[in-house]
């Protein structure tokens, strides 16, 4: 299985690609992830690929592995990413 690319190599790939420095390159990286920082709690699509959104989980009850105990997990939020499904389908193979 192949390495996953570093930071480093996306932004070279996209420097070459549309002829700007490595530099402006990474500089456009880091402000798009800043981006969807702040934006995720009104939820953030990057088109083609996904979607960040901010969900609230109920608390429940939950079981410790090792003595069986019950014990209350509480309510929080969480960041998920939903795939496309453009991206599905170009990674996956489309039906």
Do not use: W
Request: net charge positive.
């Amino acid at each position: 299985m192949a390495k996953a690319l570093t930071k480093a190599q996306i932004a070279d790939s996209i420097a070459k690609k549309t002829g700007v420095t490595k530099k402006l390159a990474a500089e456009m990286l880091n402000h798009l992830s800043q981006l969807a920082y702040k934006e995720a709690k009104n939820s953030f699509t990057l088109p083609g690929l996904g979607k960040l959104v901010l969900v609230k989980r109920k608390a429940r009850i939950g079981r410790n592995p090792q003595t069986g105990a019950a014990l209350k997990i509480p309510a929080k939020k969480v960041v998920k990413f939903r795939v496309a499904k453009a991206c599905k389908d170009a990674v996956l193979g489309g039906k």
